[in-house]
């Protein structure tokens, strides 16, 4: 069991002085702008202000009308200073509740020092007797009370300090003319009685009036600092527990009339902390608060905005009017090969500008910034990285002005285009390879048909003497040998023509607007002994002008109706075109009753040389559906067939519907 009687030092008794070190040190971490803790500096300030609370108490015991005087010249000096702060700092001050109180309590103070003057005892004022005394003291808390209710509806907005000035100056004036000259301000104290009902419905109204200003208060307190904020609501409170004193008494030398001087000192006190002290030390807290919030705000919407750039695909760079990186993303670091510190703050041409293009840039940038040249939204350049290599940058420019309408920066976002310009130099070469390849292989298909046909010629020219002169003597079979030679040699010319038909559509001939009517028509009359023979009936709805080759396009008709002719079924071949609008396409559709192909065959009846049939039974080389294609294909669209056996076929083509500028 523990010996509460012992304390000698073996048990480590802990000296008073050891003990207020331990306090002090435990008071808390955080510390004040003087490297104290909050804690300890509440703990003396309290103490110290308890001992003034008891000397004033002490005082008026010995002499009242001394402590009303140092309680009333105590508020006066904190309402002064509270205006002389607000006053002097009006020029940058953005925070209008604090200046109009300011002024306001300018004039409460005025108020307030007649009040002193007046009381009963001073010698100065005192003719009147307690009523004016007590008058001034109910007006000057009407006022103070009223200018707190009103102050939370002007935070947002500009106040005009020589108006309210004035406002205050005629309402204060109009106010002590009606107590000591007219004579109509309502009595408040009556010798022999005491308070009036008007004095005491003041004191609850003037505390009710309180009691909503704080409310408004707290209902805006972003607008305020937390701890200027706890220190105006507890002034509320001070106020209204004094207004509730006064009240109470029925001789201005009662306690009750001491208590509410108290509440009233401490409740200024409390202004005095909120007010002055924060304003002097920590002016940003309380007179631009506003202003604080928004460098705040601005500081976080920059990083928002830096966070939202570095997560960019892109590089974004923003130059100043002297050229200087103010801003660079994570992707502008990288693609320089730089750190953000080894940017920031350069010249960006003379740093990432490669030296041939170096002044013509920096010239440019000059006239942009002094308004010479309009400023182009994009285009390409190259920039010098860390390692001393180029990269190609596509750039899309912004320039940031003021509202005087002058170039303050530019802000460009840069996509890496280097693999794509190499890749395009690459397809660049790849094309024109395969142009002078195209090129050759058409002047071989030229050379290679003539120097083909010339033989074939010959070669059909003897077989042909051969059956004339030889008829009778080659009998049945040579003369079959002749006839199977000749149909070679036809088969072979006409495989010829089909091979330098279909190299010919690679040439580089010119769109032009073409009538497709019009081109459905020369297809027909080409086509005009077939169509008789079969008995064919072919019809078509309205067709448009596209821009392509006229020749072309009455090739692509020519040979799809030549299909359909020749694989008719066993009734007379019907064959129908029309055209629909797709967007920004028109797609062309040939629909036929002929015997169908099998969905499998759709695909590959546009590959060269692939037939369905044999040749015996329907003459061709296979070469016309890819001739076909290819027109389609030259012409930006496509082409494909939907089929079934005994169903008949439709075939559609797309042509683009292009504008004269897209040539």
């Known amino acids: 069991m523990v010996n509460l009687k012992y304390a000698g030092p073996e048990r480590g008794t802990v000296p008073v002085q050891s003990r207020w070190r331990a306090f002090r040190a435990g008071c808390g971490k955080k510390k ?19 001992a003034v609370l008891l000397g004033l108490s002490f005082a008026s015991s010995r002499n009242y009308l001394l402590f009303h005087t140092v309680a009333e010249l105590f508020s006066i000096i904190v309402a002064c200073g509270i205006f002389m702060l607000a006053w002097n700092s009006r020029r940058f001050i953005d925070n209008s509740y604090f200046l109009f109180i300011g002024i306001a309590y300018l004039f409460v103070a005025g108020l307030d020092l007649l009040h002193a003057l007046s009381y009963s005892g001073s010698g100065i004022l005192d003719e009147g007797g307690a009523d004016v005394s007590t008058q001034l003291w109910v007006a000057a808390r009407y006022v103070q009370g009223i200018s707190l209710l009103i102050a939370p509806f002007l935070l947002g907005r500009k106040v005009r300090t020589t108006y309210v000035m004035i406002g205050y100056a005629i309402t204060v004036a109009l106010i002590v003319e009606a107590i000591f000259s007219w ?27 309180f009691v909503v200003s704080a409310g408004l208060l707290i209902r805006r307190r972003k607008e305020f600092d937390g701890g200027v904020l706890r220190l105006l609501v507890w002034s509320f409170v001070m106020t209204i527990a004094s207004e509730l004193f006064f009240t109470f008494y029925a001789g201005v030398y009662d306690f009750s009339n001491m208590a509410g001087h108290l509440f009233k000192v401490t409740a200024f006190y409390l202004m005095y902390k909120a007010i002055i002290q924060t304003g002097l030390v920590r002016p940003y807290n309380l007179l631009c608060r506003n202003l604080k919030q928004s460098e705040e705000l601005l500081r976080e919407e920059k990083d928002k905005i830096q966070k939202y750039l570095d997560i960019a695909g892109v590089m974004f760079v923003v130059l100043d009017k002297d050229q200087k990186v103010s801003l660079i993303n994570k992707k502008g670091c990288e693609i320089l090969r730089c750190d953000e510190a080894e940017v920031m703050g350069k010249m960006w041409f003379d740093a990432f500008s490669p030296e041939g293009i170096r002044s013509e840039v920096k010239r440019v940038y000059e006239k942009l910034v002094a308004g010479d040249v309009v400023p182009v939204e994009y285009f390409e350049s190259p920039i010098l990285t860390a390692g001393g290599g180029e990269r190609v940058i596509a750039w899309h420019n912004t320039v940031l002005k003021d509202e005087q309408g002058a170039v303050q920066a530019v802000l460009s976002s840069g996509e890496d285009i280097t693999a794509r310009k190499r890749a395009e130099e690459k397809l660049e070469q790849a094309m024109g390879e395969l142009k002078r390849s195209n090129a050759e292989l058409e002047q071989f298909a030229y050379i290679a048909s003539h120097d083909l046909q010339q033989p074939l010629l010959i070669v059909d020219g003897f077989l042909k003497l051969i059956q004339r002169r030889y008829v009778d003597k080659l009998g049945p079979d ?18 010829i023509r089909d091979l330098l038909e279909y190299a010919r559509v690679g040439r580089d001939k010119p769109f032009e607007p073409s009538d497709c009517s019009a081109c459905l028509q020369r297809s027909l009359a080409n086509l005009k002994v077939a169509i008789e023979e079969s008995g064919a009936i072919i019809t078509n709805d309205a067709l448009p002008v596209v821009v392509a080759d006229p020749t072309q396009v009455t090739q692509l008709f020519q040979n799809l109706i030549s299909n359909a002719v020749k694989y008719r079924s066993e009734d007379p071949p019907r064959v129908h075109i029309s055209a629909k609008r797709n967007g ?41 559906l890819a001739i076909c294609k290819k027109i389609a294909e030259r012409h930006g669209g496509r082409i494909w067939a939907e089929s079934g056996p005994g169903k008949g076929s439709t075939f559609y083509f797309t042509i683009p519907d292009r504008e004269d500028s897209d040539l």
């Open 32 to 50: 004040d702008m003087s490297g104290k803790s909050v804690l300890y500096n509440k703990f003396v300030t309290g103490l110290i202000w308890t």
């Open 183 to 209: 004579n109509v301000f309502p009595a408040c104290y009556i010798g022999g009685t005491g308070l009036t009902a008007f004095k005491k419905m003041s004191e609850y109204a003037v505390s009710l009036i």
């Open 478 to 495: 040579g003369n079959e040998f002749i006839e199977s030679a000749l149909d070679g040699a036809r088969q072979m010319q006409s495989l």
């Open 584 to 624: 920004r396409e028109w797609t062309f559709c040939v629909r036929d009753n002929g015997m169908g192909i099998a969905p499998e065959n759709t695909g590959r009846i546009f590959d060269i040389f692939q037939r369905l049939h044999n040749k015996n039974e329907y003459p061709g080389t296979g070469i016309g």
